[in-house]
């Protein structure tokens, strides 16, 4: 086995099998600037290189991811919230580009972009007493990194609205029954069941596995690419809303937002 280790996230190489950490643990591994950068870069590093055959998802510590880092964010005019919004659908590009399999190993909790970014990969391996929510609107934000695609694509259009717009959290098994997950496994397992299913697939046809992504990937009426595309567009524009403003300060703050919309004024 061979380890290197670039922060913010760690790769090991494992034969066949690469697993990428997001490594803020400190941050409960929440996805700024430079970790978006460098999990794509891993992601694509991962793609190009030979030896690697399935990629693992995970995260350090205790918590899988919680979403964007807040603390990283601000108002900001739509034209520069899209190259933002851009780094992170980078890394949803490389999920979904890659013919390899992608499996997210989740322990503790996976909130908003954390949600999406499991959502995205071809299997999620989840330990029992993980979370789930879709906490984007909490900020005045719709959802980003693949929302738009993988919720209705593994749970269904109608629940996913509700996930979005009423962003309760979700237990391992009630996620697991849905179809937001594809296993549950007992806490502080769920990289290693992960690592038995990524060697399962590295000894498979690995050609297969691209056609059978390729092919999922079209679901016959929208192209997920497209509507990637749109989803940044729409999520920079947020970065510009009073909502936005104050949902960023309502967290700063340690407090509920009071967004203008609940007090009926125009958003």
Request: glycine residues 8%; contains cysteine.
């Amino acid at each position: 086995m061979t380890t290197t280790t670039a922060r913010p996230v760690l790769v090991d190489d494992d034969a066949a099998v690469r697993t990428i950490t997001l490594n803020r643990p400190h941050k409960r591994n929440a996805i700024d600037i430079e970790l978006r950068i460098a999990l794509a870069e891993a992601l694509e590093s991962a793609d190009c290189d030979p030896a690697v055959r399935v990629i693992i998802l995970t995260g350090a510590g205790p918590v899988f991811c919680s979403g964007g880092d807040i603390s990283t964010m601000q108002r900001m005019p739509a034209e520069r919230a899209l190259d933002r919004a851009h780094l992170a659908q980078r890394v949803i590009r490389a999920i979904w580009n890659t013919s390899k399999p992608v499996l997210a190993a989740v322990e503790g909790s996976a909130h908003g972009a954390g949600t999406a970014l499991a959502a995205a990969c071809d299997r999620v391996v989840a330990a029992s007493d993980a979370k789930f929510a879709t906490t984007f609107t909490n900020v005045g934000l719709a959802g980003d990194m693949g929302t738009f695609v993988s919720l209705p694509t593994r749970v269904g259009a109608a629940r996913a609205r509700q996930m979005l717009m009423l962003p309760a959290p979700i237990s391992a098994p009630e996620a697991f029954q849905i179809g937001l997950i594809d296993a549950v496994v007992e806490p502080g397992q769920a990289l290693e069941s992960a690592r038995r299913d990524a060697r399962q697939l590295a000894a498979g046809p690995a050609r297969a596995y691209g056609i059978i992504k390729a092919l999922l990937a079209d679901p016959g009426t929208v192209n997920p690419f497209e509507l990637l595309e749109r989803e940044a567009t729409c999520q920079s524009e947020l970065f510009d809303t009073d909502d936005f403003a104050e949902g960023i300060a309502a967290f700063r703050e340690k407090r509920r937002p009071d967004f203008g919309a609940a007090k009926g004024a125009p958003a």
